[in-house]
């Protein structure tokens, strides 16, 4: 019969566009995408691998390089935790409590994302540098912060600061507080109450917030290099180490090292869209996209 | 008196720990981010009005934030066409690998910056891929501002994509549909029905790209070269600190914390406005 059987092109859709309209934007997006962000990650990894694979291990394997490794490693180690601890503590006064100052307070929280990496920096040499305000007390007292370790973790600490803490309010904040209350009135502790009830809750947020910190943490490149004085060996990271070997005209060198940075990408935008999949309602609540 | 006064300031709650989260939060803020953002404009007020103007209107330091300031511009707008374009065609239509571009886009937020700067330089220099194809037609890319442009692009780029997509995400179709039972073309639709209701999306992009890059270092110094007329802000910084200048360092410094406050303060605005407007920002 023939209207068992709907016509095979129904009437154009009018909430789209013409076919050559739909190709052109498409080939544009895709031209743009790969000129801008896919050639520069080809690049890293063919330069890397300009000398072959052995030219490539040799220089990861240098100290220098190995050194670099090392102390991003670190850095990172004691910066990312420090700020899941300030996330955590954040996001549970602002979503579960309503206070004065509340909004004041979050936009705060983002500042270091409005602010140039370079004065992220600067503000640290102002205040512990040689000519800083305990500049001084620093010196008497033989305390190194500048040009060493804990000017290169305060600095990553900054310029990482509100990864965390953006990710879990939101959410918190759409959660409620009806769970914990619950958990509060049967007799649990606050502790206990945050462990068993609020964390499970927002797991996937956090170690979404944790893997954008961390990429970020052992990145940073403009911040950490104000205050790290790139003494080779003892206070440079890996993207200052690859700053180095490339000024050198140590290409390959400065690239093999910039590939591992490059992976570290990679892996974190896999795990990223992984997580999106996965749990995308359980990272920015039922109403993100 | 202080119950008097506590509850005005917190509305009571049966969940406990506000006091230790919010003290630590506040004493963490503090230490981390506040204290260092005033000393450096103690440090700023320290020189007294007639000597930060005239660090802060040097030709020097002028010409620095003008290549900081146009660059981003430029950047910024290459971001918000091309970024409209990708975020449309996310949206809105089905291709193989779009799934790709998708998670690709956020690229520039997880590639550290000096790899970025480093590669885009190998790219545009006389011997790379794309270097060596437009250096002969007389296009110098790499150690201009042009390279700077092209750096503050890759940069900026996920901020005007990301802002866009989830608002043409929840566009109603209906609308578009009402429109064109109407009797409206295809462009009009676009142009009265769609674009209106991303303008505040775009802006936003656009805001969020011309900040990040105002402050970019890592991917611009490389591919600027070491030229006075490619020398950007945050290079200028890093350059007097190096010759322990630090009260000229200070006020670069505060004249882009302005600049970024001023951005800061425009988006805000902005969302203000189209949540007036739109119902929702």
Not at chain 1, 35 to 55: H, K, N, R, S
Not at chain 1, 103 to 110: A, E, N, R, V, Y
Not at chain 1, 113 to 142: E, K, R, T
Request: charged share 15%; with cysteine; hydrophobic share 55%.
């Amino acid at each position: 019969m023939a209207e068992a059987t709907p016509p095979k092109h129904s009437a154009r859709d009018v909430t789209t566009e013409g076919p050559v309209v739909r190709v052109v934007l498409i080939a544009i997006a895709l031209a743009f995408a790969a000129l801008v962000l896919i050639l520069p990650l080809i690049v890293v990894f063919t330069e890397a691998f300009d000398g072959g694979l052995g030219t490539y291990f040799a220089s990861l394997s240098q100290p220098d390089a190995r050194s670099a490794i090392r102390l991003t490693l670190i850095v990172a180690a004691i910066s990312v935790p420090a700020n899941v601890v300030f996330g955590l503590a954040a996001s549970w006064a602002i979503a579960k409590f309503e206070f004065w100052g509340k909004s004041f307070l979050t936009t705060l929280i983002d500042l270091p994302f409005s602010v140039s990496p370079v004065i992220s920096g600067l503000v640290y040499v102002l205040l512990f540098g040689a000519q800083g305000i305990f500049g001084g007390w620093l010196d008497a007292h033989d305390i190194d912060i500048i040009f060493a370790l804990p000017g290169i973790i305060l600095a990553t600490i900054f310029v990482t600061f509100p990864f965390v803490a953006r990710e879990l309010i939101p959410l918190m904040q759409e959660q409620g507080t009806e769970e914990e209350e619950a958990a509060v009135s049967l007799g649990a502790s606050g502790w206990k109450t945050f462990l068993f009830v609020t964390l499970p809750n927002v797991k996937w947020a956090l170690l979404y917030g944790v893997l954008l910190c961390n990429a970020r943490a052992m990145g940073e490149f403009g911040a950490v290099s104000v205050v790290s004085g790139k003494i080779r060996g003892m206070t440079n990271t890996m993207p200052l180490q690859v700053e180095i070997l490339y000024n050198e005209y140590n290409s390959t060198a400065a690239f093999a090292l910039a590939s591992l940075l490059a992976l570290l990408a990679l892996l974190t935008l896999a795990l990223k869209t992984v997580l999106e999949w996965r749990f995308g309602d359980r990272i920015t609540g039922a109403n993100g996209h | 008196m202080t119950r008097a006064i506590f509850p005005a300031l917190k509305r009571p709650s049966a969940i406990p720990g506000f006091g230790l989260a919010l003290g630590f939060t506040l004493t963490y803020l503090s230490l981390i981010v506040l204290i260092p953002l005033a000393a450096l404009v103690l440090r700023s007020a320290a020189l007294g009005p007639a000597e930060f103007w005239q660090l802060v209107t040097s030709p020097r330091t002028l010409n620095a934030l003008r290549v900081s300031f146009v660059c981003s511009l430029i950047a910024a707008s290459i971001n918000v066409v091309f970024g409209f374009v990708m975020a449309w065609v996310l949206v809105r239509y089905r291709f193989p690998g779009r799934r790709f571009v998708d998670a690709v886009v956020d690229l520039p937020f997880a590639l550290p910056t000096a790899v970025a700067g480093i590669a885009l330089t190998a790219l545009y220099s006389r011997n790379g891929w794309i270097g060596s194809l437009i250096e002969p037609n007389g296009i110098r890319i790499a150690y201009t501002q042009a390279g700077i442009v092209v750096a503050l692009t890759f940069i900026g780029l996920p901020f005007a994509v990301r802002t866009v997509q989830p608002v043409l995400e929840d566009i109603r179709r209906d609308l578009e549909e009402a429109a064109a039972t109407l009797g409206a073309s295809r462009a009009q639709t676009f142009l009265r029905v769609i674009l209106p209701a991303l303008v505040p999306a775009i802006l936003t992009g656009f805001a969020l790209a011309l900040a990040r890059a105002i402050g970019e270092y890592g991917s611009v110094i490389f591919i600027a070269g070491g030229r006075r007329d490619t020398e950007f802000a945050p290079l200028l910084i890093i350059t007097r600190l190096e010759e322990f200048n630090y009260s000229a360092a200070t006020a670069i410094g505060v004249a882009m914390l302005v600049i970024s406050f001023i951005i800061l303060l425009t988006i805000n605005l902005i969302q203000a406005w189209s949540r007036r407007r739109f119902g929702s920002g």
